[in-house]
């Protein structure tokens, strides 16, 4: 058994291709693996935040985790903060990370362009990413590919701690998935979907109602060819929602585009909105059961609790390879 470990920053609301590249596949992973799905807070405040809407924004992400399948019986669920190991470790390979590898990351160089007064914890946050992975042994890490930069470094940092000190932690393989891996915006379709974009016609969030989403999906920006052929190059619009339609129906690409040939688009948009709209229902339903309950605020507890455990047994072993707190004389 594999033990996999995702986290999602709790900065918005989840968009279609959030549940598309990463939710909808956890999962199918939980029921042969040991997976934990991670809430990560600390993430978020690398750029300002509301604290009642970030606390907000936590506990929906935490609903809509289990609304999309994550079975706390099966699968840790718990949020990073809750579990003090995360933070410690994240300063620890902070001390064997270099400035100049930090400065390399693109997020890093994109988030800190043209800003005057950037934090520096976006400087230094993939080695906190890099320590919520290796708390845990973590055997594969499924991203999406804008993340495979942080990834690698991850799997550096870790080489890095077993040469210098003890090899204690497990490098991590990246998981990548082929299919919805990488869903784009609706409005500018060479552009990935945010859950941030300030265009809200750009992005189907997990929680939008059945209209919003149908109006989303028609007036997502195409081309004048009439033709539904992917063709990311030359197409990105339509590829774009052969994508969407793929992932939410199981189709290939190629049987999406035997069934409209000779169709124009408005039939496609149509039919897409409906299997998005579908595909989103029952997740939407659970997530309302799920949102005010105390069911929610129990699954949490005991998942920081499940992840504590584990994550403290691997932060003492770091500590005692690096020589930090004290070896305690026998009495």
Request: glycine letters at 6%; one cysteine or more; charged letters at 25%.
């Amino acid at each position: 058994m594999k033990t996999i470990f995702s986290g999602i920053q709790p900065s918005g609301t989840l968009t279609i291709g959030n549940y598309l590249g990463a939710m909808k596949h956890f999962v199918e992973l939980q029921d042969e693996n040991n997976c934990y799905f991670c809430i990560v807070d600390e993430h978020a405040i690398t750029v300002p935040q509301d604290r009642l809407k970030l606390r907000d924004n936590i506990r929906s992400l935490a609903a809509l985790y289990l609304a999309s399948g994550i079975d706390p019986n099966k699968s840790t669920l718990f949020i990073q903060s809750e579990v003090s190991a995360h933070t410690q470790l994240g300063w620890m390979m902070q001390s064997i990370s270099y400035i100049g590898e930090l400065e390399r990351m693109t997020q890093f160089k994109d988030k800190a362009s043209g800003k005057e007064g950037v934090s520096s914890s976006l400087l230094t946050y993939p080695p906190l990413m890099a320590a919520d992975i290796l708390l845990y042994k973590t055997d594969i890490v499924p991203v999406g590919d804008d993340q495979k930069q942080h990834l690698e470094l991850t799997r550096n940092l870790a080489q890095r701690f077993n040469n210098k000190f003890n090899d204690i932690f497990t490098i991590p393989e990246i998981s990548i998935p082929k299919v919805g891996a990488r869903i784009m915006s609706l409005q500018e379709p060479t552009k990935k979907m945010s859950k941030s974009d300030e265009n809200l016609k750009a992005s189907i969030f997990m929680l939008d109602d059945e209209k919003t989403i149908e109006k989303k999906v028609k007036s997502a920006v195409t081309d004048s060819e009439g033709i539904v052929k992917f063709d990311k190059e030359n197409k990105p619009g339509i590829s774009n929602l052969l994508t969407i339609h793929a992932s939410c129906t199981g189709e290939s690409i190629e049987a999406l585009e035997a069934k409209y040939e000779g169709k124009g688009y408005g039939d496609f948009k149509q039919d897409t909105a409906n299997v998005v709209i579908q595909t989103l229902r029952p997740v939407q339903e659970r997530y309302h059961e799920l949102i005010t309950s105390t069911e929610l605020d129990d699954i949490l507890d005991n998942g920081a609790d499940k992840a504590a455990f584990t994550a403290n047994k691997m932060l003492a072993k770091a500590k005692k390879a690096m020589g930090l707190g004290r070896v305690k004389k026998k009495k």
